[in-house]
């Protein structure tokens, strides 16, 4: 498999058949890399690494798109290194080895080797922990791509080993200046209205290899007149959003929801909503989390909140798709303008607690039954006052374990209906005061 070895100082191997807009288009020097100034800059991690000219081994975790593999390779040039690249797809332990008895030879040379790993995460465990003893003695500086979280797809020695470098998606500005130099390189505009050009870079969805090569298709249009927005919408295909239903981008957007919704933001709940049944979202398990976030910060501050969330989740079950989504969309609504209260939930935990620090105290024994004589005779239930005999219809009474200090758990905010729950939790502290006072 020696071909899946790229130890070339070059770029990109020659052919001598017509090159793609994206290889032509690949930056020579960090300098010329759109996007990324945030890790590139001065003051971003890499460019204080090359500035003191001592490289880690990296883990570059981003998007498709964005220049994982050009910043690689150009980082090898900058500090010297001999450009290994490896695909964690096709590679297997056999490779790894010609790979890494390759980098020792040429460390005996006197030159260093920088192993790029693309999809470092395809690698299983065993895999991943043969890169480590090659790492340690300097054999490899590893730099591995991956479009997942590197803390669940990683092994923690290797991450141990490396720094993380978060890469970004490109925006709509970077996207623009990317086209600027692709209209460059072919010595031509390209045939397209103002408003068909931002949605050219829209379609690209932040991945710069996805806009090249949308624009390689572009520009090969023999047309008249430049292309409306509806006009390229009909011969351009969208990029489909990036979204794993079992991945990062699933706890992230439901993560989005979730806040929009705390954040009293229907339109924001909206979208991210929105995001991910357009990603192919279970809408099942978007009415469960809608009912939670009912559940969790609505509260008693609106009682009704819940039901609602439970009703538009079985209209789901009962309309279907697509029918049954707009439900779900208006429980979405109808939770980020509900008054908010995490009252209960805060008390509910506060609770859990007292109860395993207190482990197995009984209750007192005047609230105990006493269905044989010799309770009774043990006190169980002696001086039990029944609250509907009692002034008011309350007794006052301890419901705590004897010995244990009285908590307070539930403190209802001025919102919704638990201010009216707030004036009876006062109203009983009130005449449990009196009683206790009697």
């Not at 720094?163 to 045939?191: F, H, I, Y």
């Not at 209802?412 to 009196?434: H, N, S, T």
Request: glycine share 8%; aromatic share 8%; with cysteine.
């Amino acid at each position: 498999m020696a071909d899946l070895f790229d130890t070339s100082p070059d770029a990109t191997p020659r052919t001598e058949g017509p090159r793609p807009l994206a290889d032509r288009l690949r930056p020579k020097s960090l300098s010329e890399v759109i996007g990324q100034e945030h890790v590139l800059g001065a003051d971003g991690p890499l460019g204080a690494m090359l500035e003191a000219r001592s490289l880690s081994s990296l883990i570059l975790w981003g998007p498709p798109g964005v220049g994982k593999t050009t910043i690689a390779r150009l980082l090898a040039r900058e500090t010297d290194l001999a450009f290994v690249q490896i695909s964690a797809i096709f590679t297997g332990v056999p490779d790894l080895k010609k790979v890494f008895e390759a980098a020792k030879l040429r460390r005996q040379n006197g030159q260093g080797t920088l192993l790029f790993v693309d999809e470092i995460h395809r690698f299983n465990k065993a895999q991943q922990d043969s890169f480590l003893p090659h790492m340690e003695d300097g054999t490899i500086l590893l730099v591995g791509a991956t479009t997942e979280n590197p803390s669940f797809e990683l092994n923690a020695a290797v991450l141990s080993r490396s720094q993380v470098v978060v890469l970004e998606r490109l925006s709509l500005a970077d996207l623009e200046r990317l086209t600027q130099r692709a209209e460059k390189e072919l010595g031509r505009s390209l045939p397209l209205t103002g408003e068909a050009r931002e949605a050219l870079t829209e379609m690209a969805d932040g991945d710069g290899r996805a806009l090249l090569n949308l624009i390689e298709q572009v520009a090969a249009w023999k047309v008249a007149k430049p292309i409306s927005r509806d006009e390229l919408a009909t011969r351009l295909m969208r990029r489909a959003a990036k979204y794993d239903k079992s991945g990062e981008e699933h706890y992230n957007l439901i993560s989005a929801l979730h806040k929009s919704v705390r954040g009293s933001d229907p339109d924001a709940a909206l979208y991210w909503f929105a995001r991910m049944l357009e990603g192919g979202e279970d809408p099942r398990f978007l009415a469960r989390r809608i009912t939670r976030m009912a559940v969790e910060d609505i509260g008693l501050a609106d009682p009704q909140a819940q039901s609602l969330c439970i009703d538009a989740w079985e209209a789901y079950e009962r309309l279907g798709s697509p029918e049954g989504e707009l439900a779900l969309a208006q429980a979405v609504v109808y939770l980020a303008l509900a008054p908010k209260s995490n009252a209960v939930y805060v008390a509910y935990k506060a609770a859990r607690a007292a109860a395993r620090d207190t482990g197995s105290l009984m209750p007192p024994r005047h609230i105990l039954n006493a269905p044989t004589k010799m309770m009774k005779e043990i006190g169980y239930g002696s001086g039990y006052a029944y609250d509907h005999d009692a002034e008011d219809g309350f007794s006052g009474q301890n419901y705590f374990p004897e010995g244990m200090r009285r908590p307070v758990y539930y403190l209802p905010p001025e919102r919704g209906f638990e201010r009216e729950l707030k004036k009876r939790v006062e109203y009983f502290a009130k005449l449990r005061a009196k009683r206790q006072a009697d």
